[in-house]
């Protein structure tokens, strides 16, 4: 069995590891007729077209970009960033193998028996975030009168501004998608008309105590999914270096670890193999794997220009309250 860190000691860069790995996964899923790892391979293949060709980032970002000057222009008063990422190699590399962990260990635990090879590959067919977009506020203090609270302010904010997005965007060629989410307690502050495609992780926190609002959009010009997260400051800081940051590996290797303990090796192929391609993932030192393009003196200090670990940026923009170019001036 191969995994992707078989292929990051060879100085390549991001696209020909992606390359000779999708090819290699192809082939042998070819020999021994192994339709999940075919599966495996044609997503790779997703984000090579992605890096390979991009030009359509630059319409789907400027149509975004035009609701980063709707919300400049009706909210004036409030601090917001708009950023936008293609999904790191490594990151999408263990989405995928924990997607195959988490359906067959929930499988087993409900049925006392593993699903077939179709019911595993079917499930592999929900990636909708390689490329996503990041909307981040924050109300300065000066605008939150005595009476009310700032997190509560900036809730209400962040609902309101979600509402008109799905709208917005689909009069600019993006279809919202049904979101599935079934939460009970997660829409009481989204607008009725909204809420079928919103995943509300702000009233209905994930155990990591990570909060959002996500939603998937179809772009039908470049036919592809893309996926926008909405947030506030201390929200994003929590996801990104809080207790819910994607470089805490401690915990979801323990998670990962006590399906083991009741999954035994050998019982089911795919659960072995996913397991060992995202546990060796998760044990990587990064700072002694050679990518071209890539260094890392630690597993926080890296600098990436090429999509391995972070991810590239496609849509950096940033806009300070009135208050604070007020100030500024």
């Known amino acids: 069995m191969i995994t992707l860190n078989d292929y990051l000691y060879s100085g390549d860069t991001v696209l020909k590891i992606l390359l000779q790995y999708s090819s290699d996964l ?25 890096l390979e060709h991009s030009d359509f980032l630059t319409s789907q970002s400027n149509r975004i970009k035009d609701f980063y000057h709707y919300m400049t222009q009706r909210y004036p008063f409030l601090a917001f960033t708009f950023k936008g990422r293609i999904k790191s190699l490594i990151r999408a590399e263990e989405k995928f193998n924990g997607y195959i962990l988490e359906y067959i260990y929930n499988y087993f635990k409900e049925n006392g028996s593993y699903p077939t090879e179709a019911q ?10 390689l ?12 605008h939150v009168k005595d009476e009310e609270d700032l ?49 509300d992780y702000v009233q209905t926190p994930r155990p990591s105590g990570y909060r959002s609002l996500h939603i998937t959009l179809y772009d039908n010009q470049a036919r592809c999914y893309t996926e926008m997260q909405l947030r506030t400051k201390d929200m994003d800081d929590y996801a990104e270096i809080g207790d819910a940051n994607h470089f805490g590996y401690e915990k979801s290797q323990e998670e990962n670890r006590r399906k083991r303990d009741i999954i035994l090796p050998g019982e089911c192929r795919f659960f072995d193999e996913a397991y060992e391609r995202l546990i060796r993932l998760q044990d990587l030192d990064l ?30 923009f940033e806009h300070l309250s009135r208050f604070q170019n007020d100030e500024i001036i």
């Open 26 to 50: 192809k082939k042998g899923a070819i020999e021994t007729r192994n339709s999940v790892d075919l599966a495996h391979s044609n997503f790779l293949i997703q984000i090579i077209e992605l």
């Open 120 to 129: 595993i590959k079917n499930k592999l067919n929900c990636f909708r975030d």
């Open 131 to 142: 490329i996503a977009y990041r909307i981040v506020i924050s109300l300065p203090v000066c």
């Open 151 to 199: 997190e509560t302010q900036e809730i209400r904010y962040l609902y309101e501004i979600a509402g008109v997005l799905p709208e917005f965007l689909e009069e600019r060629g993006f279809t919202p998608e049904l979101s599935g989410y079934d939460g009970e307690t997660g829409y009481s502050s989204l607008a009725e008309s909204v809420r079928p495609y919103y995943r």
């Open 287 to 316: 700072s002694a794997i050679k990518v071209n393009m890539f260094k890392a003196y630690n597993n926080q200090l890296i600098n990436d220009g090429c999509g391995l670990f972070r991810g590239r940026q496609i849509l950096p």
